[in-house]
Structures are given as C-alpha cells and as structure tokens.
C-alpha cells in the first residue's frame, strides 16, 4: 500500500523564523495515515464506532533531512511495511519537489476503547496488504 497526501504549510505550522515547527510533521504524518485509511475504504469515527477499532502511535524514528517553510507545498507519502497481529509499520516520507525533507519508521498499534491490544481486524489487514479499496474486494 502505497498514498500520497498533498499538504500545504501554513503559518500556523511554522515558528518564529517561517519554519515548520518538528512536532508539526507527525500531524502531517498522521493525516497521511488516516486518508491512507479512508482511500481504502476506512473512516477511523466508523471504526472506532462499528467495530471497537483504535489506532495508537506506539514508536516514531524521524529524521530530519531539510526544513520545510510557510507556504510550501508538501506531499506525505505513506507506505505500508508491515501489518500483523495488533501492530502495523509505515515508511513515511514528506516531500517538497519530489526532495524527501522528513522520513519516518512509525509503529501504530491497533487497540480497543478500553485500551486493549486488539488484532487487526482481518477486513482492514486484507485492504492494507493488498492495497486496494474495500469495495474492490466484495
């Protein structure tokens, strides 16, 4: 499973010097993921309502490679590298140009509301391994 999101800065992401504040690229990482989701056919509120279905940050490794500044427009590529049991890892990168300026290993954990380790369930493990949407697969 491969998504692109584009993102653009805005101010409010940046910080006294017109540059992305560090903590602001795990937003736009985490947007990726979710829109990752819902291109294959997932909503988190659906989860989260219909099938008892959280999704936690349980590991974030960044590296950052060169600043990203108000007003650029960014692309967060989101790929999945694995998906078993109660756990996924994504690759992500954001870009500007095509130029990687952040990269990331991000470990997800799959939890109940009462903050248990649930199993993926296996309709959401099936579209993630095989990276297509949902309705593709009835």
Excluded: W
């Amino acid at each position: 499973m491969s998504h692109l999101l584009d993102v653009r800065v805005y101010y409010e992401d940046t910080d006294h010097g017109g540059v992305v504040y560090h903590a602001n690229y795990l937003k736009f990482m985490e947007r990726g993921r979710t829109e990752a989701l819902r291109a294959l056919g997932f909503a988190q509120s659906d989860l989260a309502e219909k099938e008892d279905v959280l999704f936690a940050l349980s590991r974030s490794d960044l590296r950052y490679l060169r600043p990203a500044k108000f007003d650029d427009a960014l692309v967060v590529q989101t790929d999945l590298v694995s998906a078993k049991g109660a756990r996924m890892v994504f690759k992500q990168q954001v870009l500007r140009d095509g130029e990687c300026l952040v990269e990331a290993d991000i470990h997800i954990a799959c939890m109940n509301k009462a903050g248990r380790a649930k199993r993926i369930p296996s309709n959401i493990l099936n579209c993630l391994e095989q990276g297509k949407h949902i309705s593709e697969l009835s």
